[in-house]
């Protein structure tokens, strides 16, 4: 099933996309180094695989960028 979702500001669609951590799988980022509000909720990384995403939600992803 394709859905469409607000990610990072921009409408994007998805197919095949269930949960949060489906959809980093698609993006191939690693949960480790993220962290990902849903409608305006930050999702505790061990909730990824439980949060289930619907048409119109919307997320923010943010990368953790290790420097100096």
Do not use: S
């Amino acid at each position: 099933m394709t859905i469409e979702i607000v990610l990072n500001g921009k409408r994007v669609e998805v197919d095949g996309v269930r949960t949060v951590g489906d959809l980093l799988r698609l993006r191939n980022l690693n949960p480790r180094l993220v962290a990902v509000e849903h409608n305006g909720e930050i999702v505790p990384r061990d909730q990824y695989d439980q949060r289930e995403l619907a048409p119109g939600d919307r997320l923010e992803i943010v990368h953790f960028v290790g420097g100096g």
